[in-house]
Every structure is written in C-alpha cells, then in structure tokens.
C-alpha cells in the first residue's frame, strides 16, 4: 500500500498540468532533502535556547548576529556580511500593574508594557478606570470625562475572521494609537486588551507610536483579565495603579545579517529573509526565528543539490523589524544607491506553521504567471496565491517597484502565542517548519528559472 501511494504521488508530481516534468521532478527532489535532512529546526533550537529573545538593541541581538552570520557561511553562502542599521534601543525593566476595587484591597494583574512605550519612571500613576469598546465610543467622551483617568480600551480580537491576519489588522489601531489618543484628552495612561485570538490570561506585547510630544504609558493584558476588569467595572469604581521603567534609550549601531549565493548568468538578486530580531518575551521562535532558519535553509539546499541559479539568491536577516523596520529601509536604501536591481523579494514572518499559499504584491501579469504555477504546488498542500500582501521589511523594495511576496502558513494559532512569553520553541513543528522551507526554495527555484 505504501508503494502504492507513493508512486501515486510521484505519478501526481509528474502530471501537473501545463508544468514541465523537470520541475516537477526538482520541487520532488527539494522537499525529499529539506524533510530529510534540512537543518532548520535544529538550528531554531539553537538560536532560541542558547540566545533566545532578541530585542534589538539587547545583548542578545548582537549575539544573534554573529550566530546568522555564522550560519549562512555553513550553509554554503559564497559572500556573508553586515549591513549596518542605526536602531532605536527601548527597554522594558521592572514593570506592575494594580487595581483596587469597593472592598479596599489591591490585587496584582498580569501585563506587558507595549512596546516602544513610555513608563512611569519608576513612580506609582494611579487613577480611576474608564472602558470604551470602541475607538466611537470613546470619540464621544469629552475630555472633562478622559481628564486624569486611565481609559481601558476593551475591543476584542475578532474571532468571525477564517483568516486571523484579518482579525489582527481590524484590532492593531487600538495597540499603535491608545496611548496617544487617551493622552490628547488629559489620560494617565491607557491599557489594552490584547490582540489575541486565545481566550486566556497571557498579555501580548507589540509596538505602539506617539503621535505628538505628550508620551503617557500604554499597557496590554491578557483576554480573561479583560473579561474580568470589565465585568468589575460594570457594578464599581475600579482605581489602577502603574510603575513601569520602560523607555526609549536613544539609538545604536547594529546589523543586519546578509548571506548570498552568486547568480551564473547575471548579478540581478532575488531576495528572501525574515527578521533577526524579536519582542523581549517568550523565545522569538515563530516570530520570527522560524523565518531565519527558513531562509538559511533555502541557500543550504541549493549548495546541496547543486542547483546552478542563474540569478544571485540573497538571504537578509533583517534587524529591528519589530519596533523600527530600520533593517528593511536601510536594506532599500542601500539597493537604491548601489543600483542593485532586485527582481523579487519573499519574507517569511507569519510563523513557522504549515504552508497554506504565497501572497503576491506585484502587477497583475507577474501575479498571473506565478499563479499559472499554483499545480505543481497542490502535491505539497500550498494552494492559496490570492494574497496581495508583502513582509513588512520589504515595503521599501516593493517602493522601489519589485515585486514582493510573503509566505502564507497556516495562521490558525499564530495570534494565540505572537508577542508573548509563549512563543517558545516547543511551539514548533518540525515538519510544518521545514514545509515551509520547502515551499521558499521552490517558488525562488521557479523565479530564478523564468524570470
């Protein structure tokens, strides 16, 4: 039965529709290699347990850049280098938060500062709670009634969306603007509900911005706290009290990491990376270690399997993605000024979960040649080209007028543990992982073949 099946399969490769049979036997050969003795998650384990979190501008971080660039010469890559990226360097310190309900007694939540945020200075801010559900509702509060409150902005993740990125994006603006927005009417300090698609008490942590020069604290917690506070504010006065010692500490020099394979026929480069850095929590292992050891394992497979690429195929371990995208700029800038044309661009920063398609942000006749190759994809369960979204790190590129793309994994259970303690190595699977390695290697083999 087994042979059975497997031959089946092979029969599948080699019947795609409208596709060569090289190709299918190539995309064949690059899966059974990567599945088999692909690298990447045993190097995530390495780069989360002995490094782990990396924010940039941390210790950790500088340690992960010479961790990258010793990994990409492993591979195979026939240049390595960094490129260097001034940063901005926020730190979270001790942080707590506290209410005090109509029974005197105050009790402790489980919080994260968001990043980028200002703190307390080490003070105890203390107030009375407001909730909104909504960024109307709370347009229609004066600022006599926001004046010298803490406002708790409860808007859930939605949970109608099948594509959770959706639900993200619907609920992101109350992350970025709570702070400034409660600030504007005379807030001490915004709080949060997290975005998170869990239903449990673990806070996400994220960037948020100041829109002026009044920089309050903003703060998240997790979903059953949520639920708790508001339940609480329904029938009394709740009071809240914050110390934080967050803060932005200027800026430093540091890198991105850059590895490459040269192209036989030209020096035109085709692009795909993830970021080096993570949120100071939890291990950074799908967001976006996964990524990293990802884009490392599309070099390793083609020094392997001896694929002759006729363009340059160049990894980028962006730095600073989460609360800066200084590494994609500087990476855009520094293309720009060398006149490096870039023929593509694909990142990896939606988790190391199973491949489900690629997102193409491109003009409709590149979206339509790769998509007239979506049959040699279905064997291997990546089906879904409908995406018209890029990685955050290649704004500047697709500025630039390439075109862009992003790995679209699975996003069911990202949203539960993004930007928390809890993404931890131990959430990843080995084979969802090394699949979507697999996938990489296979659309920039079809790229450097027909573009």
């Known amino acids: 039965m087994k042979k059975i099946l497997g031959t089946s399969l092979l029969l599948l490769n080699l019947a795609v529709f409208g596709q060569s049979q090289e190709d299918s036997i190539q995309f064949a050969k690059i899966s059974t290699e990567i599945l088999n003795n692909g690298k990447g998650y045993t190097e995530l384990r390495d780069l989360t347990k002995n490094i782990g979190h990396r924010l940039s501008g941390s210790e950790a971080y500088e340690k992960s850049v010479k961790w990258a660039e010793q990994k990409l010469r492993n591979a195979g890559a026939d240049k390595v280098w960094l490129q260097e990226v001034m940063i901005p360097v926020w730190v979270r310190g001790k942080e707590s938060l506290q209410i005090q309900t109509s029974n005197g007694k105050w009790k402790s939540l489980k919080m994260l500062s968001l990043g980028n945020s200002e703190g307390t200075g080490g003070k105890d801010v203390s107030g009375e709670i407001i909730m909104v559900k909504s960024m109307e509702d709370y347009d229609k509060l004066s600022a006599d009634q926001v004046k010298d409150k803490i406002v708790f902005f409860n808007y859930p993740f939605s949970q109608s969306y099948i594509e959770t990125f959706k639900g993200y994006s619907d609920a992101a603006k109350y992350r970025t603007t709570a702070a400034s927005l409660t600030a504007k009417k005379g807030g001490k300090f915004a709080i949060i509900r997290s975005l998170s698609s869990a239903f449990d008490n673990v806070p996400h942590t994220g960037a948020m911005r100041y829109s002026d020069d009044k920089k309050i604290p903003a703060v998240a917690i997790g979903n059953t706290t949520a639920d708790e506070l508001a339940e609480l504010l329904q029938s009394q006065k709740v009071t809240a009290k914050l110390n934080s010692n967050c803060g932005m500490k200027g800026e430093k020099l540091s890198h991105s ?28 292992a799908h967001d976006d270690g996964a990524g990293i050891v990802q884009s490392i394992e599309v070099l390793r497979t083609f020094k392997k399997l001896g694929i002759k690429n006729n363009h340059t195929i160049r990894v980028v371990c962006f730095a600073n993605e989460e609360n800066g995208v200084k590494g994609g700029v500087q990476y855009g800038k520094t293309a720009k000024e060398n006149n490096e044309e870039h023929l593509f661009a694909i990142e990896t920063d939606a988790g190391g979960f199973t491949p489900r398609g690629i997102s193409l942000e491109m003009d409709d006749e590149k979206r339509r040649q790769i998509q007239s190759w979506a049959k040699l994809f279905l064997p291997y369960g990546v089906y879904d080209f409908t995406g018209t979204y890029s990685g955050t790190d290649l704004y500047p590129l697709h500025d630039m007028g390439v075109p862009t793309a992003e790995l679209v994994p699975d996003s069911q259970r990202y949203f539960d543990i993004h930007h928390t303690e809890e993404d931890t190595f131990e959430k990843v699977n080995r084979r969802e992982l090394l699949l979507g390695a697999s996938t990489l290697t296979q659309i920039i083999y079809m790229i450097d073949k027909n573009w």
Do not use: A, F, Y
């Open 257 to 284: 990491v850059i590895g490459e394979i040269t192209g036989k026929k030209d020096k035109s480069v085709i692009v795909v990376g993830g970021h080096l850095d993570s949120w100071d929590v939890g291990e950074g």
